[in-house]
């Protein structure tokens, strides 16, 4: 079996979140320490598929590279870059536009979800999302992607990307089928202001979600206003059916004690809401405080962080162009 190769990637396009940072880049920091050969991406050429700002869009690359630092990433042990400096993943997706077809991609629920009604006047690079993502991957022959539900679908497509082109192109393995790792407590954290509602970086209100940016006011405050119900906290995990809230905030509180959801019940079962609220802010306060005042220093280190994803961007350039190299000379390609 060939090396377990790991690759993900970040759209750096705001603060993130406790949904990134449980459902992603913990994760991250996870495989890295377990030892496997990990690329970690900050895809600016996915964030673009709705407009950025220039001026912001450079400056959360630099902010999101922070973060990745500052939640224990490291330079020596994982490749970090942004997308945009290394020219296989643009090349590679244009091929796969060219194997994937119009039907694969007309199922993916994200394009329907951001997109919105207005679908005739999204970009055409919001459509095709999906496609780059699968070049992301196989660009590197990456064998393991870790995720949060949300990307599972995209995951499915680049598997069935990958094996149709070894089959049109007569290549038997030449594209890995990657996996998806999405597994844990925390692969889907919701609104604290509606538990049907994923947490995410485009909501408004700021009260929905956790930054890894927030100070202890803020965090407190935040977990005190998130929305409950007026039941008390069951013992079984059935009862928690139809209690997103209150499922969110056991399922979160769950994760950062590193304990299953069952215990979490045992713990508070027959409590009300208060008890359980300060608790998660204390845990949260401890987790994420350190990785606040490390984003801070950081980004005082402008020039580090930007010299970080050059050599990084290196790096990816040499392991991903002989591997596009292959893949054009199987299309066909006069060198
Ligand atoms: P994005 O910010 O959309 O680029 O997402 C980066 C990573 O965070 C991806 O692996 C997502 O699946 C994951 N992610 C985003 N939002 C959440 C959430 N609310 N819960 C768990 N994982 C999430
Ligand atoms: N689409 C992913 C998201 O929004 C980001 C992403 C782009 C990605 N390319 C990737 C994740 C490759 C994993 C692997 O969250």
């Known amino acids: 079996m060939a090396k377990k190769l790991v690759f993900s990637g970040v759209q750096p396009t705001g603060n993130l979140h406790l949904g990134n940072y449980l459902g992603a880049v913990k994760r991250f920091v996870e495989l890295q320490d377990a030892d496997a050969m990990c690329i970690y991406c900050l895809v600016d050429l996915h964030a673009i598929t709705n407009w950025q700002n220039p001026k912001e869009l450079r400056q959360n690359t630099i902010e999101v590279t922070a973060a990745f630092l500052a939640c224990g990433l490291r330079k020596e042990h994982s490749i970090i870059f942004n997308q945009s400096q290394v020219t296989a ?3 590679l997706a244009w091929i796969f536009n060219c194997v994937a077809r119009i ?12 997109a919105g009604k207005n679908r005739e006047n999204a970009s055409l690079g919001l459509y095709c999302y999906p ?3 699968a070049a992301d991957i196989l ?21 069935d990307i990958a094996a149709k082109f070894n089959n049109d192109f007569n290549a038997p393995d030449f594209f890995p089928v990657p996996e998806p790792i999405i597994e844990g407590t925390a692969t889907r954290i919701m609104s604290l202001r509606d538990g049907t509602k994923k947490m995410s970086k485009s909501e408004t209100s700021d009260m929905s979600r956790i930054n890894l ?3 202890n006011d803020s965090i407190r405050k935040k977990i005190q206003k998130a929305k409950t119900d007026p039941f008390e906290i ?17 399922g979160i509180y769950a994760t950062l004690a590193n304990q299953s959801i069952e215990q979490t019940l045992e713990q508070f079962s027959g409590s009300d809401f208060k ?11 401890s987790e994420l405080e350190p990785i606040n005042k490390e984003i801070k220093k950081l980004l005082d280190q402008e020039a580090y962080i930007v010299e970080i ?6 790096r990816a350039d040499q392991i991903s162009r002989p591997i596009l190299e292959e893949a054009r000379q199987l299309v066909g390609f006069l060198k």
């Open 309 to 314: 994803l050059r050599e990084g961007s290196e």
């Open 139 to 159: 660009a590197y022959h990456a064998t393991h992607v870790p995720v949060g539900e949300d990307q599972k679908q995209h995951l499915e497509l680049t598997r």
């Open 213 to 215: 940016t927030d100070d």
């Open 89 to 91: 993943h643009t090349e």
């Open 275 to 285: 008890k359980l609220k300060g608790a998660l802010s204390d845990l949260l306060i």
């Open 103 to 114: 039907g694969w991609l007309n199922r993916m629920t994200q394009f329907k979800e951001k």
């Open 234 to 250: 069951p013992s079984e995990k059935e009862e928690l059916v139809d209690r997103p809230e209150a499922e969110n905030l056991l």
């Open 131 to 133: 496609t780059l993502m």
